[in-house]
């Protein structure tokens, strides 16, 4: 199955079922995440529009895009500058940007949402772009905690419906995990793991359950880690390098709390506590929530559980 794989259109007035390919990406949100998913889009050739709430934001995420292909070029290129400089124009080319969102939506194809992790806004998003938005159009989430299938509600594209969770870098890390909710049709789930593949990325499936399968089985892991300290087990530092020579990962649970951001965690743990609070797993931590109460967040204000 090709890129070009087409997905299911439901005639409005007809009923007939009639086919459209994949041509057009727009990024909802301008972020790390954001520009990274543009970034890999692009390469692969599709046209991206990249939306978020001022041109000044997107200018900063069209910098971000051309310095990390920079680096690209420095290894790919290295020989030939000519060439590399072919390279990047080409790929810009392919990105647009824009601050409205029902504009942006209007003719494409696939609308990627990665803005903040908040239900509500997300929620009000989608209520808003489903009704401008072509009714062929799939809409997906990056979210990394919270319930597509809550999103896909206020919608009437439930069957257009999914998950498309990337890994921080974006144009580093090779997973992405599709989520598939039951209203997900097949065509709709079949068009995302074909768009994963064309720009690059390995998938795994998954249901709509919290964390879907990696923040299922990291944030519960990183949470005992913080226990451990919190009982007096052990320290930060023994337990990362107990993590790291013992089980052979590249970054201790400590490490790893304070470069994606111990407020991010806690976010994430208070999040599935309240959905859940009978799962001993989900049980928030007194010293999390002491780090961020007083600003130590992690490598992004210099201090979380080590000094930066």
Not at 133 to 142: D, L, V
Not at 179 to 194: F, G, K, M
């Amino acid at each position: 199955m090709s890129f070009t794989t087409h997905i299911l259109r439901r005639g409005l007035s007809t009923g007939v079922l009639r086919m459209a390919a994949v041509n057009h990406v727009t990024v909802i949100g301008g972020g790390s995440m954001g520009n990274g998913i543009a970034q890999v889009t692009a390469q692969a050739g599709c046209q991206v529009t990249m939306v978020d709430q001022t041109d000044e934001i997107l200018q900063k995420s069209v910098n971000t895009i051309s310095k990390s292909l920079q680096r690209v070029v420095k290894k790919k290129f290295a020989d030939d500058p000519s060439k590399g400089e072919e390279f990047i124009k080409g790929i810009m080319g392919n990105i647009s940007t824009s601050t409205d969102a029902p504009g942006a939506v209007a003719n494409t194809d696939l609308v990627i949402e990665a803005i903040i992790e908040n239900m509500d806004i997300k929620k009000k998003l989608f209520t808003e772009l489903d009704k401008v938005a072509k009714e062929s159009t799939i809409f997906a989430s990056n979210t990394s905690s919270l319930s597509i299938t809550e999103m896909a509600s206020v919608t009437q594209r439930q069957d257009r419906f999914g998950g498309l969770h990337f890994f921080n870098p974006v144009p580093m890390m090779k997973l992405v995990e599709v989520v598939r909710i039951p209203q997900t049709s097949d065509a709709t789930y079949d068009t995302l793991v074909e768009y994963c593949k064309k720009i690059g990325k390995t998938t795994v499936s998954c249901k709509d359950t919290p964390g879907f399968i990696v923040n299922r089985l990291l944030v519960p892991y990183m949470m005992e880690a913080v226990r451990l300290v919190e009982r007096g087990d052990a320290t930060p530092r023994d337990v990362d390098t107990a993590m790291k020579l013992g089980a052979g990962y590249p970054m201790g649970p400590f490490e790893l709390l304070d470069y994606t951001g111990v407020d991010i965690s806690k976010f994430v743990i208070d999040g599935w506590h309240e959905k859940y609070p009978d799962n001993p797993l989900f049980n928030p931590s007194p010293l999390i929530n002491k780090l961020v109460s007083e600003g130590k967040l992690g490598r992004k204000t210099g201090e979380g559980f080590y000094k930066y």
